[in-house]
């Protein structure tokens, strides 16, 4: 069981005696939000902290792989599915309040990753790491997998869009290695396959001559035996013309 499951589950109200007025007080870290008739927060921005975050993230790693499925058909429906989650451990937020922060630390961890060739001063720390390596899976391309078909409503903020940064020399030289790696397991896929078809082939001709020398021998053979009951026949014949021969000089023998 995860560590939001746990939360969901045994996740105790933030306040055991409501005040007269009925309201709950909010989350550390969060600004107080109004719920509307639905449930769902209204357009006020959220203040997110570093455990709400990784909530978020551990959410979003467990349903990714899950849109484009009967359980979540779009990527809309996931930030809401996320956004649901979270109400549940009373961080009162939105799809929209999810999916701006996703695209936040999205872009943090873009730049903190283009960071690590610095040494020195230069290096920064980024607290979601191991958090968003784990959802990349240490890809280069750090692109978010189910942004691109987001379907924008009015709420919907517009993507911020940035240029990408030119690829340095050690991912060229991968890419060219691995273009090369292909090329080469694509040769030596070819030579096994025409090898493995040759010899099919030659299995083929010498079981086809090993039938036809069979089929010969089998002629050959019924040839024989016909040859061998024609011989008995003219041997039967040659008897049976000289019993008569005997029988008819016996029987004028008598007179």
């Known amino acids: 069981m995860s560590k939001i499951e746990d939360l969901i589950q045994f996740k105790q109200p933030l306040c055991s005696n409501p005040t007269s007025s009925g309201t709950i007080p909010p989350t550390s870290g969060a600004i107080p939000l109004t719920l509307s008739t639905e449930g769902t927060p209204s357009k006020i921005d959220f203040k997110w902290s570093v ?8 959410l979003y790693a467990k349903y990714k792989d899950d849109v484009g499925t009967f359980k979540i058909r ?32 999205e872009r943090s961890f873009k730049k903190f990753t283009d960071n690590q ?85 030659r299995r083929l001709t010498t079981a086809e001559k090993l039938r036809k020398d069979k089929k010969e021998y089998y002629i050959n053979k019924l040839d024989i035996e016909r040859e061998k009951l024609e011989e008995i026949k003219r041997r039967n014949n040659i008897m049976e013309e000289r019993n008569n021969i005997l029988k008819n000089n016996k029987c004028n023998c008598h007179f």
Not at 136 to 147: I, M
Not at 169 to 182: D, F, G, P, R, W
């Open 74 to 105: 779009n990527a809309k429906a996931l930030w809401e599915k996320i956004a649901n989650e979270l109400r549940l451990l009373q961080i009162n937020v939105n799809s929209n309040h999810c999916l701006n922060r996703w695209r936040v630390v």
């Open 117 to 201: 060739s610095k040494t020195g001063r230069g290096r920064r720390f980024f607290e979601y790491k191991e958090e968003m390596e784990a959802i990349f899976k240490n890809k280069v391309n750090l692109r978010p997998e189910y942004l691109l078909g987001v379907e924008r409503n009015s709420e919907t903020v517009e993507p911020q869009i940035e240029d990408e940064e030119p690829r340095n020399e050690n991912v060229a030289k991968n890419q060219t290695e691995s273009k090369e790696n292909v090329r080469t397991n694509l040769r030596k896929n070819i030579r096994v396959n025409v090898t493995k078809q040759l010899g099919k082939e």
């Open 51 to 58: 455990n709400h975050t990784k909530f978020l993230l551990d």
